[in-house]
């Protein structure tokens, strides 16, 4: 099983709403990645956790707040968006590597988000 | 700091080649490539390590040029599933108190295959 699964996959939010994506793998994998992607572009890094630990955060507004649960899942907290976060949240995970060295990352499908 | 691929596009008749390359200005640990599809998530394509090591599918090649921090994806024989967005990310040096390394992705570059 090399899937990682997010939901949902679309999500329309107002800005006072309070809302969580959700991510989950059953590969193992010790680190796990939140990126946001807007149209055209590039993933964008947010949060590395590595060992269920936080260990980069892209300095990312307070208004997203992730949560590692246990090593199979991943949350993303969402309050007081903007219009401006609308975009592709993707979700991935990887083996553990060596010092500095990642291993292939596994993406998950991303949830579609749109803040009104 | 985010890596620089080119070209930014390309169009290819099926059973043409290309070479995407990608170049950093610090240096890297690794390189990954991954191919997106329209509406899905990137899908891993190659892994290239610092010191010669790489993995990936077998009809997908590429070179890691460690001293000059730059790395290309041969596509040969290309295939209209080919076709998306091929992005490379790089992995720079060790950060401090972190166990992997930040993974940056390039700005992307869209092949297009034709029959």
């Known amino acids: 099983d090399t899937e990682v699964t997010q939901t949902p996959k679309h999500l329309v939010m107002g800005m006072t709403n309070k809302k969580s994506l959700k991510c989950e793998q059953h590969?193992?994998?010790?680190?796990m990645y939140w990126y946001k992607q807007k149209a055209k572009k590039p993933p964008e890094l947010m949060f590395v956790?590595?060992?269920?630990?936080?260990?980069i955060n892209e300095s990312v507004p307070s208004r997203f707040s992730p949560e590692c649960p246990n090593s199979s899942l991943l949350n993303l907290h969402l309050h007081a968006l903007q219009p401006e976060d609308s975009a592709l949240y993707l979700c991935?995970?990887?083996?553990?590597?060596?010092?500095?060295?990642?291993?292939?990352?596994?993406f998950g499908q991303g949830t579609r988000l749109t803040v009104v | 700091q985010q890596p620089v691929q080119s070209p930014q596009a390309v169009i290819l008749r099926e059973g043409e080649d290309a070479v995407i390359n990608c170049s950093s200005s610090?240096?890297?640990?690794?390189v990954h490539w991954y191919r997106q599809k329209h509406g899905e998530a990137p899908v891993f394509l190659m892994i290239?390590?610092?010191?010669?090591e790489q993995k990936g599918h077998e009809k997908i090649s590429a070179s890691f040029n460690e001293k000059k921090q730059q790395s290309s994806l041969y596509l040969t024989a290309s295939q209209l599933s080919y076709s998306g967005t091929y992005f490379c990310?790089?992995?720079?040096?060790?950060?401090?108190?972190?166990?992997?390394?930040?993974?940056?992705f390039g700005q992307g570059t869209i092949l297009t295959v034709h029959p």
């Open positions: 610090k240096a890297l640990y690794s």
């Open positions: 956790y590595s060992y269920e630990k936080l260990s």
């Open positions: 991935a995970s990887s083996w553990p590597g060596q010092r500095g060295k990642n291993t292939e990352a596994f």
């Open positions: 990310g790089t992995v720079g040096p060790y950060a401090g108190g972190t166990s992997y390394g930040k993974l940056t």
């Open positions: 590969m193992g994998h010790r680190a």
């Open positions: 290239l390590l610092k010191g010669g």
